[in-house]
């Protein structure tokens, strides 16, 4: 079920978000201070592709002193607007029956994209 979920999911818009998480991660590798937001995006990009049966979650002993600075230099340069146009696409999916997958879907991606340093993908 997973795999027909995330099947469904790049067809429908995935794919395209996925690859502009990845493009603007690129982007922001050209400098050095961007480094470590472009990891972040790519990490946001990876779980955009495969949401179904993935989890972003803090790992043991996170977050550290340098996620938590990382997370609110993240949340005041502006990147806490990618965590609430998820959680709209996700309030949008979810009024209709068929689209609840997707709106949950949607709404693990804005809760790895709120605050993602420190945070790694896992399956479930």
Known sequence: ?????????????????????????????????????????FKIGTFAFWPFGNEMEFGAGQPGCLAIVGNILWILLGWWEIAIIHAVCGLIFCITIVGIPFG?????????????FGQSISRK
């Open 1 to 41: 079920m997973k795999l027909l979920g995330n099947i469904a999911w790049l067809v429908l818009g995935g794919l395209l978000t996925g690859i502009l998480y990845w493009v603007a991660g690129l982007l922001f590798c050209i400098t050095i201070i961007g480094i470590p937001f472009g990891v972040q995006l």
């Open 104 to 116: 949950l879907q949607h709404f693990k991606i804005a809760l790895g994209s709120a605050l993602p």
